[in-house]
C-alpha cells in the first residue's frame, strides 16, 4: 500500500507499524484481483459487452467499426438524430446560450429555453405541464425515489426496464412484482394494501426488449378501484404510438388519466433527456423532491434547442409516423414468410428469437459481416435460454434497405439451421 510521502514525515514510523488488518490476519482480495477475476467470468460466459463504435451520424447507412452497415439497432425511430432542423436548432441555441448552462436546475441553471421546451411539451402532450431532466434514466431513479417511502408499496411489471428497477430499488417501499403484462396477477398483488399510505403501480408502456405494449387501459381500471397510483416509462412510445407520436395515453385514449406519465428525448426524438408530463402540482412537486434535478447540471443549451425542433418537427409532418409503421409491418412481414420466430412485438422493436447467448452473438456477427449492424440480446437482459437479435426499423428506412436486410437475415438465418 503507498501512501504520500507528506504522511510519513508528518507521522514518523507509520509506514512501519503493522496495520490493524495485518493485525487481525484478515486477507481481503486486492480490487483489481477481484474485478479481473469478474471480467474473466463474463467473458467466459459471452456476457462482456463488445461495444461496436459508430464513425458517422447516426442513421440506417452508417460506418462503425470502419465498416459501411445499414443499422437496424438504433432508436432512432423517426431519423431525427442527424436532421438538419435540428442540428441548426442545436447550434443557434449554442451561438445564444452557449455550451453550458452553468448550474443545476434550481440554482442558475434554468434558462427560458428550458422553459420553451416545457410549454411545448406540455402543449404537444395536451398536458397541464411538463418537467425535463438530464435523461430517462435520471428522470426514473429520481422521480420514483420522490413518489415513495417506507409508508408505500410499488408493484412493479417483471420486465420493467432497468432504470426503473433501479429507482424502485432506491427507494424504502416495499416491492411487489407482477408476472408481464398479467392482470391477474397485478389483482392480486394490490390486494391486502390497506394499510399503506400509497401504492404505485408501475409499468413500461412498449417492453424494450419484446416489443409488446402494456395492458395500459386495464392498470388504469384497477388502480382506480384499488385507489393506486399509476406511473408509465413511455420511453418506446414517445413519437412511435399515438396521434402524431403522442405516446401510450394518447394511443389508449387515457391523456390526463395516468398519474405520471414519464418519456425521454433519447429515442424518437433523437436527442437526450428525460421528461414527465403530469399535472401542475405533479410537476411541481417533482421540481422540489427530485435529487437527479436538484442535485445535478441541468442540460446544455443545445439540448433544450433540438428537443424544441423535434417536437414542432414531428407535430408538422405526421408522414414521419406513419412511415415508421409501414416500415414496421413490411419488415415484421418480411420477418416472418422467411420462418423467423419474432416474438409477440406490436411495435417497431422486432425481435429475432435465437435460444443461446452463444448463438445470438454469432448470428449478429454474421449479420454484421452481411453489412447489417444489430445487437444481440443476451442473459441477464433477458432469461438465458430466450437470447434473441433486436431490430429496430426506423422512418428514414427505404424499403430497398429493408429489402436487402431481409436478403441478409435469411442468408445468415439458414447458415445457423434457423430456417
Ligand atoms: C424503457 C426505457 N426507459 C428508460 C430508458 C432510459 O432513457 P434515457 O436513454 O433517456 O436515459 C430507456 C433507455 O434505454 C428505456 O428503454
Known amino acids: 500500500m503507498s501512501r504520500p510521502d507528506g504522511c510519513k514525515a508528518f507521522y514518523p514510523g507509520l509506514l512501519d507499524a ?65 436532421h438538419p432542423k435540428l442540428k441548426q436548432a442545436a447550434i443557434a441555441a449554442t451561438r445564444k446560450y452557449g455550451a453550458g448552462s452553468g448550474s443545476v436546475r434550481v440554482i442558475a441553471g434554468t434558462m427560458d429555453l428550458h422553459l420553451k421546451l416545457e410549454k411545448i411539451l406540455a402543449n404537444y402532450r395536451n398536458a397541464e405541464s411538463s418537467i425535463t431532466f438530464q435523461s430517462g434514466y435520471a428522470t426514473n431513479a429520481g422521480t420514483i425515489l420522490a413518489l415513495v417511502d417506507e409508508r408505500d408499496l410499488i408493484i ?125 402540482d405533479l410537476c411541481t412537486y417533482l421540481q422540489n423532491k427530485v435529487r437527479s434535478y436538484l442535485l445535478s447540471g441541468s442540460q446544455p443549451p443545445a439540448v433544450p434547442g433540438a428537443c424544441i425542433a423535434a417536437i414542432q418537427l414531428v407535430q408538422k409532418t405526421p408522414a414521419l409516423v406513419r412511415k415508421l409503421w409501414d416500415n414496421t409491418r413490411y419488415f415484421k412481414k418480411g420477418l416472418k414468410d422467411l420462418g423467423f420466430d419474432i416474438g409477440n412485438s406490436e411495435t417497431p422493436i422486432t425481435p429475432v428469437m435465437v435460444g443461446e447467448s452463444r448463438r445470438a452473438h454469432k448470428l449478429a456477427d454474421s449479420l454484421f459481416k452481411l453489412g447489417v449492424f444489430v445487437l444481440p440480446i443476451v442473459f441477464p437482459m433477458v432469461a438465458k435460454d430466450k437470447a434473441r437479435i433486436r431490430t429496430i426499423v426506423t422512418s428514414a428506412h427505404t424499403k430497398k434497405d429493408l429489402d436487402e436486410a431481409l436478403e441478409a437475415f435469411e442468408k445468415a438465418g439458414k447458415e445457423m439451421a434457423l430456417l
Not at 493485525?23 to 459471452?46: A, F, I, M, T
Not at 426496464?161 to 416491492?175: F, L, P, V, W
Not at 400509497?198 to 388502480?223: C, H, Q
Open 156 to 280: 412493479s411489471d417483471e420486465l420493467n426496464h432497468g432504470s426503473i428497477i433501479d429507482g424502485c430499488r432506491m427507494t424504502k417501499a416495499e416491492r411487489r412484482v407482477y408476472k408481464h403484462r398479467d392482470m391477474a396477477d397485478l389483482e392480486k398483488q394490490l390486494a391486502d394494501t390497506d394499510h399503506f399510505r400509497r401504492v404505485l403501480i408501475i409499468t413500461d408502456g412498449v417492453f424494450s426488449m419484446d416489443g409488446d405494449i402494456a395492458p395500459l387501459k386495464e392498470i388504469v381500471d384497477l388502480a382506480l378501484e384499488h385507489q393506486a397510483i399509476t406511473y408509465v416509462d413511455d420511453a418506446h412510445g414517445d413519437g412511435v404510438l399515438g396521434q402524431n407520436g403522442r405516446g401510450i395515453t394518447n394511443h389508449f385514449g387515457l391523456e390526463g388519466k395516468v398519474d405520471v406519465d414519464m418519456g425521454t428525448f433519447s429515442k424518437a426524438f433523437g436527442c437526450v433527456g428525460g421528461y414527465v408530463v403530469g399535472s401542475k
Open 18 to 82: 503493522p496495520t490493524m488488518s495485518q493485525q487481525s490476519g484478515l486477507q481481503r482480495e486486492p480490487l483489481l484481483d477481484s474485478l479481473r477475476k469478474e471480467l474473466d467470468g463474463l467473458d467466459r460466459d459471452n456476457l462482456l459487452w463488445r461495444i461496436r463504435i459508430l464513425q458517422s451520424p447516426s442513421a440506417p447507412h452508417a460506418k462503425v467499426d470502419g465498416k459501411n452497415v445499414l443499422v437496424l439497432c438504433s432508436n432512432n425511430y423517426l431519423g431525427l438524430a442527424n
